[in-house]
């Protein structure tokens, strides 16, 4: 059997696949369900300074290719989330990466510098969702010098804890911004958040099917483009990568990695295939192996031939 375990920033997984941020329940019990369903590690929901409302219904809709949800970001704020990540590390069993949110710098440095002092294993900074641009205007990981602000920002305060840049598609040229990031002082990245803002309409009502009329699209239709994203950005910058974006399969899984992901991040596929897409994933990317003469999977990173 090939060894899965990696190592991510100093942090051991079990194996490569960690829920993907926002996308099933914000408690320590649903995030130990999740690892219980084989998941190698934890994002948590992107966390604001103070509640945050979301959007209102409907928020999400799938169809066999992709998804578009425009949840908003709902948090019950720092307070709560400080809570959860206390009655987590009672019987930890996988690594912990904490998402946070901010409207503003002064945001991000409040709730790193409260991160700095929690038992989480790595710190995401989530610059990127399309989806509240009505609130905060366009997203600081579309202007290189606002993602490296923000960047600088969140290192100076963020003590012995390696932060991660979540980065948007949405950009013209990915490596720019990442770059950008690298000399701010990134230890590594988290890509891709979702697309667009997306519309679907209903015919019938001639409206937009979602509440919020647009939203960010995820699943199986964006993985090509986070596969090249990822494989740009590792290029530029040799910063290790938590691979997001339309990964199912285990398949789906490996060719993040070959692209330059240690890490292969998994949202959408807990709609499309279960709570224990995690499981699934991960054996799958085991037979891979075996069958392929792959004795431990980080071998795999950063391998495509171009
Ligand atoms: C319902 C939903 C909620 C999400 N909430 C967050 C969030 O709170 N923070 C964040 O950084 N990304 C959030 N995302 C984006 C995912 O973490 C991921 O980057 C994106 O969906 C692409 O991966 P996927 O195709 O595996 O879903 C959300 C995605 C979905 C579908």
Redesign the pocket.
Known sequence: MANLKVKYLGTAFANPTVL????TGVTASTWKSVVRSGAGGI?T??IWLNEHKGHPNP??ITTEHW?M?A?G?PDAGLNKAVEEIAEYEKDKPAPLIA?I?GGNEEEFIKIAEKMATLPIDIL?I?I??PNVEDEFGLPFACVATDAKRITQAVKKVAGNKPVVI?LSPNVTRITEIAEACAQGGADGF?L???LGPGLYINLELRMPVLANKVG?I??PA??PL?VKMVHDVYKATGLPIIG????TTGKDALEMMMAGATLV?????VYYRGIDVFRKVANEISEWCDKNGVKNVEEIIGTVKM
Do not use: D, H, Q
């Open positions: 993907a941020s926002g996308v994002t929901k992107s928020t999400i998804m949800n949840v970001l998402s949110v995401e989530n990127s969702c979540k988290c891709i958040n979702t960010g995820s699943g964006i993985k986070a997001t974006g339309g990964v991040g998994m949202g959408s596929a």
